[in-house]
Nanobody, 115 residues
Framework: QVQLVESGGGLVQPGGSLRLSCAAS????????MHWYRQTPGNQRELVAS???????IVADSVKGRFTISRDNAKNTVYLQMNSLKPEDTAVYSC?????????WGQGTQVTVSS
């Protein structure tokens, strides 16, 4: 079973940037798609960005123009570049990998945007 480990979260001031990484213990090329989600206490999980096996990407309207998802198949890693961060971007960010047998989740990484 492939495992996903997120990293790169932390505390950043409004307007700052962070890059999240989601490293897989095996090849990510076999996944149908990989997603970044975020969730705050008491709220539903929100899909932030997705990248398909072919490399097509989609980002949520709430982060369009600020967040970019990318992948490095050689490193088995998916990234979420987050620029112009806002306090409302504060959340636990998790990556997910979709395969035929189901979805694999990472443990999540906290992103806090505050001055």
């Amino acid at each position: 079973q492939v495992q996903l480990v997120e990293s790169g979260g932390g505390l950043v001031q409004p307007g700052g940037s962070l890059r999240l990484s989601c490293a897989a213990s095996g090849s990510i090329f076999s996944f149908i798609a990989m997603h970044w989600y975020r969730q705050t206490p008491g709220n539903q999980r929100e899909l932030v960005a997705s990248i398909s096996r072919a490399g097509s990407t989609i980002v949520a309207d709430s982060v369009k123009g600020r967040f970019t998802i990318s992948r490095d198949n050689a490193k088995n890693t998916v990234y979420l570049q987050m620029n112009s961060l806002k306090p409302e971007d504060t959340a636990v960010y998790s990556c997910a990998a979709v395969q035929i047998s189901g979805t694999i989740w990472g443990q999540g990484t906290q992103v806090t945007v505050s001055s």
